[in-house]
């Protein structure tokens, strides 16, 4: 059995109970046990939030592999304008220098020729006028009875 600093023993149903002449307990105090009490699933709450916001967040994992992806597919754009810039500039080298490259699109793309030259266009035949698709009885007019 307990006893108060008076000498009285205390009882488990009054040592439940704070004493009439004592004040109660401040709320800065009820947080603070609220808190020592609560601490560990505090902690645990706190930190599931701060993996929700690595994972999920506007800088988390999931952004930096997306913005990964992106910078790939402009790498590799990169790459492509390049060497597409480097034939655009060998053909500009060659128009400048070498005179079989001009002469071939003066006579393509101007249809130019030399003196002398004649030149014959020929164009494609329409699909569906190639002999093989004609029937053999094509050419023959029908017989009037």
Do not use: C, W
């Amino acid at each position: 059995m307990d006893y108060d600093p008076s000498g009285r023993p205390v009882s488990e149903r009054d040592r439940a109970k704070p004493p009439a002449n004592e004040p109660s307990m401040s709320f800065f105090e009820q947080l603070g046990q609220f808190f020592r009490r609560n601490m560990y699933l505090l902690l645990i709450v706190g930190f599931a939030l701060l993996l929700l916001q690595d994972v999920f967040g506007t800088h988390g994992v999931l952004a930096m592999r997306r913005s990964q992806k992106e910078a790939q597919e402009i790498r590799k754009d990169i790459s492509r304008l390049d060497e597409e810039n480097q034939r655009l500039q060998d053909r500009v080298k060659s128009l400048k220098t070498d005179p079989a490259a001009i002469e071939k699109i003066a006579r393509e793309e101007m249809k130019l020729s030399r003196p002398g030259e004649f030149i014959f266009q020929t164009h494609p035949k329409p699909p569906g006028d190639d002999l093989r698709s004609r029937s053999p009885d094509a050419d023959i007019p029908a017989k009037k009875p």
